[in-house]
């Protein structure tokens, strides 16, 4: 007989937001996220092995939801059996990547099918590519960031035969109980009155119409933000002692309040981390959306609104804890109620960049994100210094945005960007005026983003 343990607080959340726009019995993706590993050449018995490997340390892999009518869901973890994984062969690069792109869209119904799927493709070439495939409700346990660490591990293992240390990762079933010492303890109380007062209902807020959907056909247009820009930035960063993403947050705000004219609106925001010591290294990256909540002062300047947000989103990030368990569903429905932004949709703010996980060792990884999404139009900032600049991207519903219009708001962004560094000094309002007889190449924001 299975034994059956509760749902994190993640899950149900995920769980929630499946049902309100999905058919219930057939609970399927939900950004349902694909990475593909690509080895030079390599042997299929190693790709067979690393996928084994992968299963059998990491329980998370093995999750099982179980419901019971009304709404009393639960979870066992089934024990591994090795399994020998498809090898699918491509005669050309050209069906290879269509293979790819198809795939990342395949459904995954929560209650029907085993919730990964691994195959190993021989390219024309030869080479060879392991691919996962992972329904969301296992990526809360499993990040894509700790399954690339693990992948290049156990490759770098079996390539110089050196012994597999033992797993770090702790069972998920671990997890769900440190949440439940959580809810039992002060700094569960002080988190929830923190977020009680944030999330209080305020009368300037307005109520946009429309509706969300979850299926979406989304498209995606991004800027390098590099050269003068990129030294400005940074530079601007440093001198107000902001964070990166609270500065370029900031600018976006100063874009809607220009655009818009409003005053009081909503970001979500994406964190990534467990919040609870050992599980933050062992169970991957948790990602959170609690609401960032705009007050546009117009008599303040750009300096001090940026160090005003920047300082919020630091008390966010002190009870973001809380947020993981409670807040995340109520973030959803305060940024579709009141989430006064471009054509009365929220704007979704990354503040890490996952294609560099998978590009920064060997073997070299990319990751398809299935056309899915919570969100109307997503906007992330990836922050690579390193690379002395960077990407601003918009992922948008192709129904509900124009491309020529998403265009013209990452030109308008970049403007506005050279304008804040101009005159960080200014008072906001005054970045209401139109500038007349300026406009900028749209530059690298005609090349297609690797997020699809």
């Known amino acids: 007989m299975e034994d059956l343990f509760s749902l994190s607080m993640a899950q149900y959340t995920l769980i929630l937001g499946m049902i309100s726009q999905t058919d219930f019995k057939n609970l399927s993706k939900l950004n349902t996220l694909t990475c593909a590993f690509e080895w030079k050449g390599g042997t299929v ?66 209650l029907k099918d085993q919730l990964y799927s691994i195959k190993v493709l021989r390219r024309a070439s030869g080479d060879l590519t392991l691919w996962i495939q992972m329904h969301h409700f296992l ?42 010492e959580y809810r039992r303890s002060k ?6 009155t923190y977020w009680r007062e944030k999330l209080r209902m305020r009368r300037d807020f307005s109520f946009p119409g429309g509706k969300r959907s979850m299926k979406i056909d989304c498209d995606s247009k991004s800027i390098l933000l590099r050269g003068d820009l990129y030294e400005g930035l940074t530079s601007l960063q440093k001198e107000l002692q902001v964070s990166m993403p609270s500065l370029l947050e900031s600018m976006a705000a100063l874009l809607i309040y220009r655009i818009q004219g409003n005053t009081t609106f909503t970001f979500g925001t994406l964190n990534y981390g467990r919040m609870d010591g050992r599980s933050r290294q062992t169970m991957g990256c948790m990602m959170n959306s609690p609401p960032l909540l705009i007050a ?44 006064l932004n471009f054509n009365f949709n929220w704007i979704l703010f990354s503040y890490m960049d996952y294609e560099a996980v998978f590009q920064e060792s060997y073997p070299k990884g990319r990751m398809f994100w299935s056309n ?25 519903q192709k129904k509900r945005f124009q491309e020529e219009d998403i265009k013209n708001l990452l030109v308008s962004y970049r403007y506005l960007i050279r304008d804040v560094l101009d005159h960080s000094g200014f008072l906001l309002k005054e970045f209401l005026e139109e500038k007349e007889g300026t406009s900028y190449d749209l530059g690298d924001a005609e090349k297609k983003s690797t997020v699809q």
Request: glycine share 4%.
């Open 45 to 110: 018995e190693r790709l067979q092995r690393i996928g084994n490997d992968l299963i059998s340390r990491n329980d998370c892999f093995r999750l099982v939801p179980v419901y019971r009518f009304p709404w009393h869901w639960r979870q066992y973890i089934r024990s591994f059996q090795p399994e020998k994984f498809e090898v699918v062969p491509f005669y050309t690069e050209e069906e290879y990547e269509s293979w790819l792109q198809n795939e990342k869209d395949r459904g995954i119904r929560l």
């Open 372 to 396: 899915t999404n919570v969100s109307q139009l997503y906007a992330a900032i990836f922050d690579m210094p390193k690379n002395r600049e960077i990407c601003f991207e918009l992922r948008y």
């Open 139 to 180: 990526t809360d346990g499993y990040s894509m960031k700790l399954l690339a660490k693990e992948i290049r591990m156990l490759n770098r293992c079996y390539e110089e035969n050196l012994p597999v240390p033992a797993t770090s990762s702790g069972s998920y079933r671990e997890f769900v109980e440190k949440e439940k």
């Open 296 to 339: 546009v002062n117009p008599e303040e300047t750009f300096e001090s609104f940026a160090k005003r947000n920047y300082e919020e989103n630091l008390e966010m990030l002190r009870h973001i804890r809380f947020s993981t368990l409670d807040v995340t569903p109520l973030s959803y429905g305060l940024c579709l109620s009141h989430g």
């Open 187 to 192: 700094a569960f109380k002080e988190d929830q």
